[in-house]
Each structure stands twice: as C-alpha cells, then as structure tokens.
C-alpha cells in the first residue's frame, strides 16, 4: 500500500501565495505520475496539475497555468504545488494522487488514472 500525505493547506488572502507538499511512501515516488486535484462544495473533483515520473513533463489545467507550478523532489519522495496570485475561486480541498507509469515522460490528467489518493488539505482564499 502506498501512501499520500498532503499538506500545507491554509487561509490566505486573494493575490497571495501558497504552497503544499505531499509526501509518498519512502522509495516510491519515482515509480509514479503524481497530480493534483481540487474538489470546491458542491462541484465535482477538477484535475489542477501533473508531473512525469522523471520531473520534466508537467502539465496543468487552463485555470491554473501560469500561476501555478508543479515540481517534485524523487530524493525525498515528495511532490509540491507552488500556487501564485491566488483568487477565491482557488477554495477548495486539495488532493495529491500517485498513478503506476511504465515511461517516465508520461503523465496524466485523468483521476481515473491514479491509484492512490492522500486526504486532502484545505486551501481558503479571501478577498
């Protein structure tokens, strides 16, 4: 079994930033495609960002791109959201998710593609 931990989760005001982390099971991490994915109350869960096992491929939603990056560190087993220029429609819950990949250029934007699913952490924007 493998398993995600989110954190970093906060309040913060609209035009400001935040980052979370997410931890994987030790030696694990460079197995998997990692991504993150926001569910807001009352909308359905909404793919925010992707990374290839290997770091270089990435890719986010429209909503996101420019303002937020995605980055991983294979050595710590770890995986980050660096989220710019926060507006309130950011308020939701955060999950981090981990899916097998055989390539390591391969990445996902599907949650269906994903095998394991840390709890989530809340991030609140104010305006």
């Known amino acids: 079994q493998v398993h995600v931990v989110e954190s970093g989760g906060a309040l913060v005001q609209a035009g400001g930033s935040l980052s979370l982390s997410c931890a994987t099971s030790e030696g694990t991490s460079s197995t998997f495609v990692m991504g993150w994915f926001r569910q807001a109350p009352g909308k359905e869960r909404e793919f925010v960002a992707t990374?290839?096992?290997?770091?270089?491929?990435?890719y986010y939603s429209r909503s996101v791109r420019g303002r937020f990056t995605i980055s991983r560190d294979n050595t710590k087993s770890a995986v980050y959201l660096h989220m710019n220029s926060l507006k309130p429609e950011d308020t939701a819950v955060y999950y981090c998710?981990?899916?097998?990949?055989?390539?390591?250029?391969?990445?996902?934007?599907?949650?269906?593609?994903?095998?394991?699913w840390g709890q989530g952490t809340q991030v609140t924007v104010s305006s």
């Open positions: 990374i290839s096992r290997s770091g270089d491929g990435t």
């Open positions: 998710a981990a899916g097998r990949a055989l390539y390591t250029d391969t990445y996902y934007t599907n949650h269906a593609e994903y095998d394991y």
